[in-house]
């Protein structure tokens, strides 16, 4: 059973950035499609990002496409979000998922 542990959500003033990360733990997830979702207050999850190893360019949602990058480091068992150019609708409870998988989520604000 695979295990998600996300990190590096905080407070950010809009057009700033942060760097969340995924560990993964207890199964190896190097071959698998990892992606990124989140949950604003009030709305349903939202995928943004899936990368996929068969595939050569990741995926994006139109909404975070050219701000929000994923990239992962399989001998770490780890995958991240950069995001840049943060909006105040980003704020919201963003989660890494793999096999259906999430994990707790870590908080992103963005406010001035």
């Known amino acids: 059973q695979v295990e998600l542990a996300e990190s590096g959500g905080g407070l950010v003033q809009p057009g700033g950035s942060l760097r969340l990360s995924c560990v993964a733990s207890?199964?190896?997830?190097?071959?698998?499609?990892r992606s990124w979702v989140r949950q604003a207050p009030g709305k349903g999850l939202e995928w943004l990002a899936t990368?996929?190893?068969?595939?050569?360019?990741?995926n994006y949602a139109a909404s975070v496409k050219d701000r929000f990058s994923i990239s992962a480091d399989s001998a770490k068992n780890t995958w991240y979000l950069q995001m840049n150019d943060l909006k105040p609708e980003g704020t919201a409870v963003y989660y890494c998922?793999?096999?259906?998988?999430r994990g707790r989520g870590t908080q992103v604000t963005v406010s001035s």
């Open positions: 998922e793999v096999w259906g998988v």
């Open positions: 207890g199964v190896s997830v190097s071959t698998a499609p």
């Open positions: 990368f996929d190893p068969d595939r050569r360019i990741p």
